[in-house]
Protein backbone atom coordinates (compact mmCIF):
# COMPACT_ATOMS: atom_id res chain seq x y z
CA UNK A 1 0.00 0.00 0.00
CA UNK A 2 1.26 3.39 -0.85
CA UNK A 3 1.74 6.12 1.86
CA UNK A 4 -1.35 8.00 -0.20
CA UNK A 5 -3.50 5.71 1.14
CA UNK A 6 -2.97 6.04 4.19
CA UNK A 7 -4.97 9.01 4.59
CA UNK A 8 -8.25 8.42 2.93
CA UNK A 9 -8.33 4.90 5.52
CA UNK A 10 -8.37 7.08 8.10
CA UNK A 11 -10.58 9.12 6.65
CA UNK A 12 -12.67 6.67 5.87
CA UNK A 13 -12.70 4.97 9.30
CA UNK A 14 -13.47 8.72 11.33
CA UNK A 15 -16.47 8.93 8.65
CA UNK A 16 -18.03 5.32 9.88
CA UNK A 17 -17.12 6.13 13.61
CA UNK A 18 -18.78 9.63 13.08
CA UNK A 19 -22.73 7.70 12.61
CA UNK A 20 -21.87 5.55 15.47
CA UNK A 21 -20.74 8.17 17.69
CA UNK A 22 -24.08 10.19 17.01
CA UNK A 23 -26.13 6.84 18.37
CA UNK A 24 -24.35 7.12 21.95
CA UNK A 25 -26.74 7.43 24.94
CA UNK A 26 -29.44 5.62 22.22
CA UNK A 27 -31.56 2.68 22.83
CA UNK A 28 -32.38 0.25 19.97
CA UNK A 29 -35.85 0.99 20.63
CA UNK A 30 -35.09 4.35 19.82
CA UNK A 31 -32.63 3.40 16.55
CA UNK A 32 -35.94 1.18 15.35
CA UNK A 33 -38.42 3.88 14.92
CA UNK A 34 -40.15 5.77 12.11
CA UNK A 35 -42.40 8.49 12.66
CA UNK A 36 -43.51 9.02 8.65
CA UNK A 37 -42.85 8.45 5.16
CA UNK A 38 -40.19 11.02 4.75
CA UNK A 39 -38.06 9.85 7.54
CA UNK A 40 -36.43 6.43 8.01
CA UNK A 41 -35.13 4.33 10.96
CA UNK A 42 -31.62 5.26 12.37
CA UNK A 43 -31.27 1.59 12.34
CA UNK A 44 -31.81 1.82 8.23
CA UNK A 45 -29.58 5.11 8.14
CA UNK A 46 -26.62 2.87 9.56
CA UNK A 47 -27.51 -0.20 7.87
CA UNK A 48 -27.84 1.45 4.45
CA UNK A 49 -24.69 3.68 3.96
CA UNK A 50 -23.14 -0.01 4.55
CA UNK A 51 -24.94 -1.54 1.83
CA UNK A 52 -24.10 1.27 -0.53
CA UNK A 53 -19.99 0.72 -0.07
CA UNK A 54 -20.82 -3.19 -0.69
CA UNK A 55 -23.17 -2.61 -3.63
CA UNK A 56 -20.93 0.37 -5.32
CA UNK A 57 -17.14 -0.47 -4.62
CA UNK A 58 -17.59 -3.71 -2.92
CA UNK A 59 -19.13 -6.10 -5.09
CA UNK A 60 -18.25 -4.57 -8.71
CA UNK A 61 -14.75 -3.93 -7.75
CA UNK A 62 -13.03 -6.82 -6.13
CA UNK A 63 -12.79 -9.64 -7.61
CA UNK A 64 -14.64 -12.87 -5.65
CA UNK A 65 -16.53 -10.50 -3.27
CA UNK A 66 -19.54 -12.13 -2.14
CA UNK A 67 -22.33 -10.06 -0.29
CA UNK A 68 -22.51 -10.55 3.69
CA UNK A 69 -26.32 -11.61 3.50
CA UNK A 70 -27.70 -11.34 -0.06
CA UNK A 71 -31.08 -10.25 1.50
CA UNK A 72 -29.81 -6.83 3.10
CA UNK A 73 -29.00 -6.01 -0.92
CA UNK A 74 -32.93 -5.37 -1.21
CA UNK A 75 -33.71 -4.49 2.41
CA UNK A 76 -31.60 -1.36 2.48
CA UNK A 77 -31.43 -0.23 -0.83
CA UNK A 78 -32.86 3.27 -1.25
CA UNK A 79 -33.62 3.98 -4.83
CA UNK A 80 -31.36 2.67 -7.16
CA UNK A 81 -33.23 0.84 -9.68
CA UNK A 82 -29.99 -0.46 -11.45
CA UNK A 83 -29.00 -2.15 -8.26
CA UNK A 84 -32.26 -4.62 -8.09
CA UNK A 85 -35.07 -4.11 -5.99
CA UNK A 86 -36.05 -2.32 -2.53
CA UNK A 87 -38.00 -2.96 0.57
CA UNK A 88 -40.69 -0.03 0.30
CA UNK A 89 -39.62 3.11 1.83
CA UNK A 90 -42.39 3.67 4.49
CA UNK A 91 -42.20 0.82 5.75
CA UNK A 92 -38.85 0.58 7.01
CA UNK A 93 -39.92 0.90 10.29
CA UNK A 94 -41.70 -2.31 10.33
CA UNK A 95 -37.94 -4.24 9.64
CA UNK A 96 -37.40 -5.34 13.00
CA UNK A 97 -35.07 -7.83 11.94
CA UNK A 98 -32.14 -7.91 11.09
CA UNK A 99 -31.77 -6.71 14.74
CA UNK A 100 -29.85 -3.79 15.75
CA UNK A 101 -26.52 -6.07 16.64
CA UNK A 102 -26.89 -7.95 13.38
CA UNK A 103 -26.66 -4.58 11.77
CA UNK A 104 -23.58 -3.63 13.85
CA UNK A 105 -22.04 -7.01 12.53
CA UNK A 106 -22.75 -5.65 9.07
CA UNK A 107 -21.33 -2.54 9.54
CA UNK A 108 -18.31 -4.33 10.89
CA UNK A 109 -17.92 -6.71 8.16
CA UNK A 110 -17.95 -3.85 5.17
CA UNK A 111 -15.79 -1.94 7.24
CA UNK A 112 -12.81 -4.67 7.08
CA UNK A 113 -13.49 -5.78 3.73
CA UNK A 114 -13.37 -1.90 2.83
CA UNK A 115 -9.94 -1.38 4.59
CA UNK A 116 -8.64 -4.29 3.34
CA UNK A 117 -9.47 -3.32 -0.17
CA UNK A 118 -8.71 -0.19 0.03
CA UNK A 119 -4.84 -1.48 1.24
CA UNK A 120 -4.59 -4.14 -1.11
CA UNK A 121 -5.99 -3.10 -4.59
CA UNK A 122 -3.67 -2.31 -7.67
CA UNK A 123 -3.62 1.64 -8.90
CA UNK A 124 -6.02 0.61 -11.64
CA UNK A 125 -8.58 -0.53 -9.73
CA UNK A 126 -7.95 1.95 -6.64
CA UNK A 127 -8.01 5.16 -9.81
CA UNK A 128 -11.71 3.50 -10.70
CA UNK A 129 -12.83 2.80 -6.72
CA UNK A 130 -11.65 6.23 -4.92
CA UNK A 131 -14.42 8.96 -6.77
CA UNK A 132 -17.38 6.10 -5.64
CA UNK A 133 -15.17 5.81 -2.07
CA UNK A 134 -15.38 9.34 -1.86
CA UNK A 135 -18.80 9.82 -2.77
CA UNK A 136 -19.89 7.02 -0.64
CA UNK A 137 -18.35 9.04 2.87
CA UNK A 138 -20.13 12.61 1.32
CA UNK A 139 -23.03 10.15 1.17
CA UNK A 140 -22.92 9.28 4.60
CA UNK A 141 -22.57 12.30 5.85
CA UNK A 142 -26.42 13.06 4.10
CA UNK A 143 -27.16 10.39 6.27
CA UNK A 144 -25.49 11.30 9.43
CA UNK A 145 -27.33 14.51 8.91
CA UNK A 146 -30.75 12.78 8.31
CA UNK A 147 -30.39 10.41 11.46
CA UNK A 148 -30.72 13.79 13.45
CA UNK A 149 -33.52 15.46 11.36
CA UNK A 150 -35.37 11.84 11.25
CA UNK A 151 -34.93 11.12 14.86
CA UNK A 152 -35.87 14.36 16.25
CA UNK A 153 -39.38 14.23 14.37
CA UNK A 154 -40.12 10.98 16.19
CA UNK A 155 -39.15 12.28 19.33
CA UNK A 156 -41.69 15.46 18.20
CA UNK A 157 -44.46 12.81 18.30
CA UNK A 158 -43.88 11.45 21.50
CA UNK A 159 -46.07 12.83 24.10
CA UNK A 160 -43.07 12.89 26.62
CA UNK A 161 -40.97 15.18 23.82
CA UNK A 162 -38.00 13.45 25.06
CA UNK A 163 -34.43 15.06 24.72
CA UNK A 164 -31.41 13.67 22.82
CA UNK A 165 -28.72 15.57 23.75
CA UNK A 166 -28.20 15.81 27.90
CA UNK A 167 -26.95 18.68 29.53
CA UNK A 168 -27.18 23.26 28.42
CA UNK A 169 -27.55 23.04 24.89
CA UNK A 170 -24.80 25.71 23.23
CA UNK A 171 -25.44 28.61 22.46
CA UNK A 172 -27.21 29.28 18.88
CA UNK A 173 -26.01 31.67 16.19
CA UNK A 174 -27.56 35.08 17.69
CA UNK A 175 -29.64 37.03 15.11
CA UNK A 176 -29.22 40.70 15.65
CA UNK A 177 -32.47 42.42 17.26
CA UNK A 178 -32.82 45.04 14.69
CA UNK A 179 -33.85 44.72 11.02
CA UNK A 180 -31.58 43.30 8.67
CA UNK A 181 -28.72 44.81 7.36
CA UNK A 182 -28.57 44.26 3.36
CA UNK A 183 -26.08 43.43 1.04
CA UNK A 184 -25.78 44.99 -2.19
CA UNK A 185 -24.93 43.79 -5.37
CA UNK A 186 -25.22 45.36 -8.82
CA UNK A 187 -26.50 43.63 -12.00
CA UNK A 188 -23.81 41.62 -14.15
CA UNK A 189 -22.84 38.07 -15.04
CA UNK A 190 -21.23 35.71 -12.32
CA UNK A 191 -19.70 32.84 -13.12
CA UNK A 192 -21.44 29.95 -10.53
CA UNK A 193 -21.16 25.92 -9.45
CA UNK A 194 -17.90 24.04 -8.35
CA UNK A 195 -14.55 24.32 -9.62
CA UNK A 196 -12.71 21.39 -9.88
CA UNK A 197 -9.38 20.31 -7.47
CA UNK A 198 -11.74 19.48 -4.64
CA UNK A 199 -15.15 17.14 -3.95
CA UNK A 200 -19.01 18.04 -5.27
CA UNK A 201 -21.89 16.39 -6.00
CA UNK A 202 -22.54 16.31 -9.54
CA UNK A 203 -25.56 18.32 -9.45
CA UNK A 204 -23.17 21.19 -8.33
CA UNK A 205 -21.58 21.54 -11.44
CA UNK A 206 -20.76 22.36 -14.15
CA UNK A 207 -19.46 26.00 -13.94
CA UNK A 208 -21.97 28.00 -16.02
CA UNK A 209 -22.62 31.69 -16.24
CA UNK A 210 -25.51 33.38 -15.06
CA UNK A 211 -26.71 37.09 -15.41
CA UNK A 212 -28.02 38.71 -12.27
CA UNK A 213 -30.11 42.03 -12.01
CA UNK A 214 -29.28 43.90 -9.25
CA UNK A 215 -30.28 42.72 -5.86
CA UNK A 216 -29.72 43.25 -1.85
CA UNK A 217 -29.65 40.21 -0.18
CA UNK A 218 -29.98 40.68 4.19
CA UNK A 219 -26.54 39.89 6.49
CA UNK A 220 -28.54 37.76 8.68
CA UNK A 221 -30.66 35.17 9.21
CA UNK A 222 -34.19 35.54 9.55
CA UNK A 223 -34.96 34.82 13.76
CA UNK A 224 -37.34 33.04 16.28
CA UNK A 225 -38.35 36.81 17.36
CA UNK A 226 -38.99 37.71 13.56
CA UNK A 227 -41.12 35.10 12.89
CA UNK A 228 -42.94 35.17 16.22
CA UNK A 229 -44.08 38.57 14.57
CA UNK A 230 -45.28 37.08 11.78
CA UNK A 231 -47.26 34.86 13.78
CA UNK A 232 -49.14 37.19 15.98
CA UNK A 233 -49.87 39.62 13.27
CA UNK A 234 -52.27 36.65 11.94
CA UNK A 235 -49.98 35.26 9.49
CA UNK A 236 -51.23 31.99 9.48
CA UNK A 237 -54.61 33.34 9.01
CA UNK A 238 -53.95 36.01 5.83
CA UNK A 239 -54.30 33.88 2.71
CA UNK A 240 -53.10 36.97 0.87
CA UNK A 241 -49.30 36.18 2.09
CA UNK A 242 -49.18 32.29 1.07
CA UNK A 243 -48.30 30.95 -2.18
CA UNK A 244 -51.84 28.78 -3.42
CA UNK A 245 -50.66 25.89 -2.86
CA UNK A 246 -48.71 26.91 0.53
CA UNK A 247 -52.49 28.33 1.79
CA UNK A 248 -53.99 24.86 0.87
CA UNK A 249 -51.56 23.18 2.81
CA UNK A 250 -52.22 25.94 5.95
CA UNK A 251 -55.89 24.28 5.18
CA UNK A 252 -55.37 20.99 5.06
CA UNK A 253 -52.90 20.54 7.85
CA UNK A 254 -53.68 23.03 10.35
CA UNK A 255 -50.50 24.94 10.61
CA UNK A 256 -50.25 27.49 13.21
CA UNK A 257 -46.49 28.12 13.81
CA UNK A 258 -43.65 26.02 13.02
CA UNK A 259 -43.97 22.24 13.80
CA UNK A 260 -41.25 22.17 17.07
CA UNK A 261 -42.79 25.73 18.37
CA UNK A 262 -45.01 25.03 21.42
CA UNK A 263 -47.50 28.07 22.39
CA UNK A 264 -48.20 29.13 25.74
CA UNK A 265 -50.27 26.91 27.89
CA UNK A 266 -49.53 23.43 25.73
CA UNK A 267 -50.82 20.76 27.56
CA UNK A 268 -47.64 18.99 26.43
CA UNK A 269 -44.81 21.05 28.29
CA UNK A 270 -46.77 23.70 30.09
CA UNK A 271 -45.90 27.19 30.03
CA UNK A 272 -46.70 30.74 30.48
CA UNK A 273 -44.44 31.59 27.34
CA UNK A 274 -43.27 30.07 23.79
CA UNK A 275 -41.33 27.19 23.85
CA UNK A 276 -39.51 24.98 21.00
CA UNK A 277 -38.17 21.27 21.03
CA UNK A 278 -34.89 20.31 19.70
CA UNK A 279 -32.24 18.43 19.95
CA UNK A 280 -31.98 19.21 24.12
CA UNK A 281 -35.79 18.73 24.33
CA UNK A 282 -37.93 21.80 25.30
CA UNK A 283 -36.84 25.02 25.93
CA UNK A 284 -38.08 28.58 25.67
CA UNK A 285 -38.44 29.96 22.64
CA UNK A 286 -34.79 32.39 22.04
CA UNK A 287 -36.02 35.18 20.07
CA UNK A 288 -32.29 36.23 18.52
CA UNK A 289 -32.09 32.14 17.42
CA UNK A 290 -32.51 31.56 13.51
CA UNK A 291 -36.02 29.90 12.83
CA UNK A 292 -35.65 26.81 11.72
CA UNK A 293 -38.08 23.77 10.61
CA UNK A 294 -39.63 25.85 8.21
CA UNK A 295 -41.56 24.61 4.92
CA UNK A 296 -40.90 26.26 1.77
CA UNK A 297 -44.28 27.96 2.12
CA UNK A 298 -43.73 29.60 5.50
CA UNK A 299 -40.76 30.79 4.15
CA UNK A 300 -42.06 32.56 1.24
CA UNK A 301 -45.16 33.88 3.08
CA UNK A 302 -43.10 35.52 5.38
CA UNK A 303 -40.96 37.32 2.90
CA UNK A 304 -44.12 38.37 1.37
CA UNK A 305 -45.03 39.71 4.68
CA UNK A 306 -41.63 41.11 5.20
CA UNK A 307 -42.12 43.26 1.92
CA UNK A 308 -39.32 41.25 0.56
CA UNK A 309 -38.83 37.92 -0.86
CA UNK A 310 -36.61 34.84 -0.82
CA UNK A 311 -33.19 34.78 -2.93
CA UNK A 312 -32.62 33.10 -6.13
CA UNK A 313 -29.87 30.27 -5.43
CA UNK A 314 -27.57 31.87 -7.68
CA UNK A 315 -27.70 35.28 -6.00
CA UNK A 316 -27.19 33.53 -2.62
CA UNK A 317 -24.21 31.74 -4.28
CA UNK A 318 -22.83 34.98 -5.74
CA UNK A 319 -23.45 36.98 -2.23
CA UNK A 320 -21.70 34.02 -0.13
CA UNK A 321 -18.30 35.42 -1.46
CA UNK A 322 -18.87 38.46 0.64
CA UNK A 323 -17.88 38.52 4.25
CA UNK A 324 -21.47 40.81 5.14
CA UNK A 325 -23.54 37.75 4.98
CA UNK A 326 -23.23 36.19 8.43
CA UNK A 327 -24.14 32.18 9.17
CA UNK A 328 -24.53 31.03 5.82
CA UNK A 329 -23.75 27.86 7.49
CA UNK A 330 -23.75 25.62 10.53
CA UNK A 331 -27.02 27.54 11.72
CA UNK A 332 -29.76 26.78 9.33
CA UNK A 333 -30.45 25.23 5.47
CA UNK A 334 -31.97 28.55 3.53
CA UNK A 335 -34.80 27.96 1.17
CA UNK A 336 -34.15 29.59 -1.83
CA UNK A 337 -36.57 31.04 -4.91
CA UNK A 338 -35.32 28.49 -7.33
CA UNK A 339 -36.45 24.70 -8.63
CA UNK A 340 -34.00 22.36 -8.75
CA UNK A 341 -33.66 21.88 -11.90
CA UNK A 342 -29.89 20.67 -13.66
CA UNK A 343 -27.48 23.16 -14.98
CA UNK A 344 -26.48 23.89 -18.14
CA UNK A 345 -24.56 21.06 -19.65
CA UNK A 346 -25.37 18.92 -16.54
CA UNK A 347 -24.35 15.06 -17.31
CA UNK A 348 -25.05 12.52 -14.13
CA UNK A 349 -22.50 10.62 -13.33
CA UNK A 350 -21.95 6.87 -15.14
CA UNK A 351 -22.98 3.45 -13.63
CA UNK A 352 -25.57 2.96 -11.18
CA UNK A 353 -24.40 6.07 -9.38
CA UNK A 354 -26.15 8.01 -12.25
CA UNK A 355 -29.19 7.78 -10.16
CA UNK A 356 -27.88 9.73 -7.31
CA UNK A 357 -29.29 13.18 -7.92
CA UNK A 358 -30.45 13.56 -11.32
CA UNK A 359 -33.52 11.81 -11.42
CA UNK A 360 -34.63 14.13 -8.42
CA UNK A 361 -34.67 17.47 -10.36
CA UNK A 362 -38.37 17.78 -10.52
CA UNK A 363 -41.00 19.49 -8.65
CA UNK A 364 -38.36 20.33 -5.07
CA UNK A 365 -37.05 23.86 -4.17
CA UNK A 366 -33.38 24.41 -3.66
CA UNK A 367 -31.76 25.26 -0.16
CA UNK A 368 -28.21 26.97 0.43
CA UNK A 369 -25.88 26.72 3.07
CA UNK A 370 -25.51 23.82 6.23
CA UNK A 371 -27.32 23.27 9.30
CA UNK A 372 -26.35 22.66 12.71
CA UNK A 373 -26.88 18.92 12.26
CA UNK A 374 -24.85 19.25 9.01
CA UNK A 375 -20.98 17.43 9.62
CA UNK A 376 -18.18 19.24 10.08
CA UNK A 377 -16.62 19.51 6.70
CA UNK A 378 -19.44 18.66 4.70
CA UNK A 379 -20.75 22.16 4.14
CA UNK A 380 -19.62 24.59 1.00
CA UNK A 381 -21.17 27.33 -1.08
CA UNK A 382 -21.95 25.54 -4.16
CA UNK A 383 -23.96 22.31 -2.27
CA UNK A 384 -27.73 22.43 -3.82
CA UNK A 385 -29.57 20.80 -1.37
CA UNK A 386 -33.57 20.27 -2.32
CA UNK A 387 -36.54 19.06 -0.60
CA UNK A 388 -40.39 18.97 -1.49
CA UNK A 389 -42.14 23.38 -0.82
CA UNK A 390 -43.97 21.20 2.28
CA UNK A 391 -40.72 19.52 3.91
CA UNK A 392 -40.34 20.50 7.11
CA UNK A 393 -38.45 18.82 9.49
CA UNK A 394 -35.10 19.87 8.38
CA UNK A 395 -32.99 22.65 9.79
CA UNK A 396 -34.30 24.62 7.54
CA UNK A 397 -35.01 28.36 7.39
CA UNK A 398 -34.11 31.90 5.74
CA UNK A 399 -32.08 35.25 4.52
CA UNK A 400 -34.51 37.70 2.90
CA UNK A 401 -33.57 39.51 -0.70
CA UNK A 402 -35.19 42.56 -2.48
CA UNK A 403 -34.88 44.12 -6.00
CA UNK A 404 -32.70 47.29 -5.79
CA UNK A 405 -35.43 50.08 -6.53
CA UNK A 406 -36.21 50.39 -10.07
CA UNK A 407 -34.53 47.50 -11.14
CA UNK A 408 -36.23 46.47 -14.45
CA UNK A 409 -37.08 42.60 -14.43
CA UNK A 410 -37.00 39.91 -12.46
CA UNK A 411 -34.06 37.92 -10.93
CA UNK A 412 -32.55 34.78 -12.87
CA UNK A 413 -34.93 31.86 -11.15
Known sequence: MGSDRQAPIERYQAVRQHSLTLCEGLGAEDLCVQSMPDASPVKWHLAHVSWFFEAVVLLPHQPGAKAFDERYLRLFNS????????????????????????????????DQAMVAFMQACDASTWARAWPLIELGLHHEQQHQELMRTDLLHAFSCNPLLPPWLQGVPPSPGRVAASGPAWHRLEEGLVTLGAEGGGFHFDNESPRHRVWLQGFEIATRLVSCGDFLAFIEDGGYRRPGLWLSDGWATVQAQGWQQPPYWLAPGDARAPAAHWQVFGLHGVQALDRHAPVSQLSFYEAAAYAEWAGARLPTEFEWEAASASAACHDLHGQVWQWTRSAYHPYPGFKPLGGAVGEYNGKFMVGQLVLRGSSLATPAGHARHTYRNFFPPAARWQFSGLRLARDLPGASGGPAA
Open 79 to 110: YYEALGPRHPRPQRGLLTRPTLAEVLAYRRHV
